[in-house]
Structure formats: structure tokens, C-alpha cells
């Protein structure tokens, strides 16, 4: 008897749950999405919170004196063996482990997003970790932003997965982890949710605006327990005199989009050049020469936000800024072309500092410059690169103002941001590093709107339910018994389980016509009805999976099932090209 009500009771929430994945299928479904979004937050605020204590415990470890990335105080044969020693590793990773995993980061989660419906492997979430652990610990010339977008998409698209949700909340939780990550890495929240939906889910929508937030926010709360309320970078008072200051910041935009499109491009020819080798061997070709440049200098190891935060304070002379600047442009294009898996995000911001500064040491030289702007002009150079390199200009922005918490900042980030956009995209072709990384990897992203309208839709919420299963052959009973549901189609199944679809009138018009003393067996599929052929599709689905499979299997309809934890299919509904299209036109 207790057997019996516990299994009562499972079927129960079992059946519960269901409902609740076809609500939540809905692209409306504001509440529950707002819950899942704050749950995925805190999820991802844990992940980042565990990736940034072990890259700082492994730096501790391999690093000696003070700081989390002193290269510097290393002698010259560890600064060469190091990056080898880690690549190696890598290349045993990657060797045993990755089963053709080789491209994560923020390229791989666009790549999900745009193929796969934001789903993410737990193996390459385990690759992602562990291989920007040992990257950035091991001197390569990568920063943890981008491995933590990937890591924070990766979290909520596993809880989604894990609790079987639909496709379209699949990408919603993918892109609420991401923001939850930038927000978490630069304690900057407003910056995550605008690049969340400006690069990795490209599309502004309340449904999606609304759990990005709390994601965002619940994720920086987290990492703020831990680490406290502190900004990345110390940054000093910064402020525009006159409007004679923006001249310059023309300048520097324009410099910014030029040095992008140049890194974007350094970043393109590596990866072409590099494709001839095998993955592991291109690894290895990354160590060896990120330990010949980390010989010569240091500063270009890891991160480097500790030089970046020397260049917002007038730490460097002209001529080391000069030499920071190109050979993190280099050492960077080595790194990320050849496939060592950290992100580009922090190099971009240390490239952007240089420059910055660069620009402002020239004030003693150029009359149009202003004199000790060099917090001011490092961290608009900061935002400029990230522009033009990211093609993500709002977040730039929106990062710089929270950064500095000086609202005297948006009227010259915004022209430096934009303009440095254009130079990069306009002038010189070049779209994202992100979407460059695909490329180089053969894959190409789609931003169709149309499939975007589909992909905010799941199949779940646009299927009519009026459906009854029933044999291919009933009596005259079992056929009145049927129709007194009222059901809209018959899911009519024959002995080699091949299934069809009709119209439950037809069935009644058939009774209707019938004499009524003949109480024959009916055969479903010998009645004069009209019938389709079916192809089933998963509750989880989305309205572009849906139009896809009706055009690639040529049927006149989709059954929506799931499978149960007993192995058995359960039908929800039935779904039709009109009612795909309707469903999005809506």
C-alpha cells in the first residue's frame, strides 16, 4: 500500500513538472523565468567564486614574493619553462580527455547559442575550468573573463538540462550565467546583463531582460562575500576639463578601431597558419613561444592586470608602454590563434590601458593634448579596444561607468566607443574576436530574426492538446468513447507502430453515416478521413527545431513527447506548420 502511494505521489510530480516545462515554454512566462534566472546567479557566482580561488591558488603556488601575478621576480629559464611546462598538460588534457572538444570559451557559447540551443557539455565545462586554470597560472597571455562567461553559461545551461526545461529556457539561463560571470569577474552587474544580451544572446527582450538582471545581481552579491566590494582596477579621479579634451578622444578611437582590426587580424592569420598541426601540437607551439616572450618580458604573462592597473596611474614611461602594447597585441594572437584555452577579454583591456596611457604620455608633445589625463585616457582606451575588438560597445560603455562611478565619463566614452566600433567594423571589415574564432574554426553564427522569434518559443506552448491516442482498430463502443472527449485529432497507431494523424470529425462523420445496427470493428486507417504523417519532437523543443524538422523529414505534422524515467514516450500534443507560424506571428 505505501509502494502504491509513493508511486501515486511521484506520478503526481511528475505530471506536475511537465506542466510546468509547458509553461515555462511560453516566450511570457516572466515569474518563473525570474526564479530560475536568480537561481542560476547564485550557481554561477559559486563556479566563478571556485575558478578565480584556484586560479589565485595555483598563481601562489608557481609565483614567488608578493602578488597573484608577479612574473616578474621569476629568473629567465622559469619564465620560459613555465608556459611550456602548461601547455604540455594542456596538450595531455585536451589529448585524453576532450573527444574533439578543442574550441570553448565565449566562441564555443555563441556557437551553442547559435547550433544547439545553448546547450553545454559537463566535459566541457571541466575542460573550460581546468584548462584556463593552468593557461593563465602558466604565464600564457590570456584572462579569465572569457573562460568565466563560458563557465556561468555552462552552469545554467546544465541546471536547465538537468531538470529537462525547455530548449528556449535552455538559452535564457545559458545567457543569465553569462551575464551572472562578468558581472561576478568585474563586480560591475549592469555591464554583465548588456553584454549577455548584446553578445552572447543578441536580443533585447523583457522576457530575457528581467532574469539576466537577477542572475547578475545574485552573482555579485555571492562574490562580493567572498572577496568583498571592491573594483578590479584602482582607479584614480578622472574627469573632462573642456570640450578642447574630446579632440583627443577622437584621436584615440580612431587609433583604438585601428589597433583592433590589427589584432583581430594577427588573431586571424595565427589560426590560419596554426590549422596545419594538430591541436595538441599547436598547444605546445603556444608555450614554447609565450616562454621565448616571456624571457624578454614579463609584464605580457597572464592577465597583467597588475600592469594595467601601473598604466591608470602613470606607472610606465613611453617606451615600455610602447613595448607592452605590441607585444601583448603578439603574445595575445599566439595564445588565442593557436587554441590555448583562456579568454581575450582581459588582454583587450590591458591592450586598451597601454594605449590609453600611451596617449596621454604624449601631451608633453601634441598642443591639443591634455596635461595628467592618464587615468582618464587609459580607461577610455580600455573601452575603446573593447569596442572594437568585442564589437560590443553598450557594455564598453556601461563597464566604464561603473567602473569609475563618475557619470562625467559617458559623453567621451560614448564617442570613443563608437567610433572606435566603426573604424574597426567599418573601415576595416572586421567583425568580433568571438565571431572571428568561429570562423577560424569553420562555423559561422545566424542572426536571423526569424530564427530568433522561434528560438524565444518553445513547442510546448504553441501545440494543441486536444489529442487522443487510440488503435488503429477500435469497436463501435470504443470509437463513441473516444469522440465523447470532444478531442480536435486522433493519434491512431497501427500493429508495426508506425503512427498517423486525422481529424476526430471525420471519425464522427464516418459513425454519422453508418448504419447504425452494423457493429463492426472500425479499422482507423481503411475510413475515408484525411490522415498525415507524423514525426515526434521533444517537449523541450523550440518553435526553429520544430520548423526545421517539418521541412527535413517532409511531414504534415509533429507529435510533442517526452520520455519517462520508465522509458515510455508520454504525448502532450500535436503541432502543425499553421500553428508554428502563428505561434511567432502572434
Not at 604620455?361 to 595628467?372: E, H, K, Q, T
Amino acid at each position: 500500500m505505501r509502494s502504491s502511494k509513493l508511486d501515486s505521489l511521484g506520478a503526481w510530480g511528475a505530471n506536475h513538472l511537465d506542466e510546468v516545462r509547458i509553461r515555462l515554454a511560453r516566450p511570457n512566462a516572466l515569474m518563473s523565468l525570474s526564479l530560475l534566472g536568480l537561481l542560476t546567479g547564485v550557481l554561477a557566482g559559486g563556479v566563478i567564486v571556485l575558478f578565480r580561488l584556484a586560479i589565485e591558488g595555483a598563481q601562489e603556488l608557481v609565483l614567488p614574493g608578493q602578488g597573484m601575478e608577479n612574473f616578474e621576480a621569476l629568473g629567465r629559464k622559469a619564465r620560459f619553462l613555465l608556459p611550456v611546462l602548461a601547455a604540455l598538460l594542456l596538450a595531455a588534457m585536451f589529448r585524453w580527455f576532450s573527444r574533439g572538444i578543442h574550441v570553448v570559451g565565449v566562441a564555443h557559447v555563441l556557437e551553442r547559442m547559435d547550433r544547439y540551443q545553448g546547450r553545454i557539455s559537463s566535459r566541457a565545462f571541466i575542460l573550460q575550468f581546468c584548462g584556463a586554470v593552468l593557461a593563465i597560472a602558466g604565464g600564457h597571455s590570456v584572462g579569465r573573463e572569457g573562460p568565466s562567461v563560458f563557465l556561468g553559461a555552462a552552469s545554467g545551461s546544465l541546471l536547465a538540462k538537468r531538470l529537462a526545461l525547455p530548449h528556449n529556457v535552455i538559452r535564457t539561463l545559458a545567457g543569465c550565467g553569462a551575464a551572472a560571470a562578468i558581472a561576478a569577474s568585474f563586480n560591475t552587474p549592469l555591464a554583465g546583463v548588456v553584454f549577455a544580451l548584446e553578445v552572447v544572446m543578441m536580443e533585447y527582450t523583457v522576457s530575457s531582460f528581467i532574469p539576466v538582471i537577477l542572475s547578475a545581481v545574485s552573482a555579485t552579491a555571492v562574490c562580493n562575500v567572498v572577496f568583498g566590494d571592491h573594483p578590479v582596477f584602482t582607479l584614480p579621479s578622472v574627469h573632462i576639463g573642456s570640450l578642447w579634451d574630446l579632440v583627443p578622444v577622437v584621436l584615440l578611437g580612431i587609433a583604438a578601431g585601428v589597433l583592433s582590426a590589427t589584432f583581430i587580424q594577427s588573431v586571424q592569420t595565427v589560426a590560419a597558419r596554426g590549422a596545419r598541426f594538430p591541436f595538441e601540437v599547436r598547444l605546445v607551439i603556444a608555450g614554447v613561444m609565450m616562454g621565448g616572450m616571456g624571457v624578454f618580458l614579463p609584464q605580457v604573462m597572464g592577465m597583467g592586470y597588475d600592469s594595467v592597473d601601473a598604466a591608470l596611474h602613470g606607472g610606465f614611461t613611453l617606451s615600455i608602454l610602447f613595448l607592452l602594447l605590441f607585444g601583448k597585441v603578439l603574445a595575445t594572437s599566439l595564445c588565442i590563434g593557436l587554441g590555448v584555452p583562456g579568454g581575450s577579454i582581459g588582454p583587450v583591456l590591458f591592450i586598451g590601458a597601454m594605449l590609453g596611457a600611451l596617449f596621454a604620455g604624449l601631451s608633453d608633445y601634441l598642443p591639443l593634448m591634455p596635461v595628467n589625463k592618464v587615468g582618464l585616457f587609459a580607461l577610455l582606451g580600455m573601452g575603446a579596444m573593447m569596442s572594437g575588438s568585442l564589437q560590443a560597445p553598450l557594455a564598453a560603455l556601461v563597464a566604464m561607468l561603473e567602473l569609475t562611478d563618475n557619470p562625467q565619463i559617458i559623453l567621451p566614452g560614448m564617442l570613443v566607443v563608437v567610433i572606435s566600433g566603426l573604424t574597426a567594423s567599418e573601415v576595416f571589415g572586421k567583425e568580433s574576436m568571438f565571431v572571428t574564432m568561429l570562423r577560424a574554426g569553420g562555423f559561422r553564427v545566424d542572426n536571423d530574426p526569424l530564427a530568433q522569434a522561434q528560438r524565444r518559443i518553445g513547442v510546448a506552448s504553441a501545440m494543441d492538446r486536444s489529442l487522443v491516442q487510440v488503435e488503429s482498430g477500435v469497436s463501435h463502443q470504443q470509437a463513441g468513447q473516444v469522440l465523447e472527449t470532444a478531442p480536435r485529432y486522433l493519434l491512431v497507431g497501427s500493429e508495426d507502430g508506425a503512427r498517423v494523424l486525422m481529424p476526430a470529425s471525420h471519425l464522427a462523420s464516418f459513425l454519422a453515416a453508418r448504419d447504425t445496427g452494423d457493429r463492426e470493428n472500425i479499422d482507423l486507417l481503411g475510413i475515408p478521413a484525411k490522415r498525415w504523417q507524423v514525426e515526434a519532437i521533444s517537449l523541450q523543443a523550440n518553435l526553429q527545431e520544430a520548423a526545421d524538422l517539418l521541412e527535413q523529414a517532409a511531414v504534415e505534422a509533429l507529435v510533442v513527447q517526452r520520455r519517462t524515467a520508465a522509458g515510455s514516450d508520454r504525448v502532450f500534443g500535436v503541432l502543425t506548420p499553421e500553428m508554428v507560424e502563428s505561434a511567432y506571428r502572434d
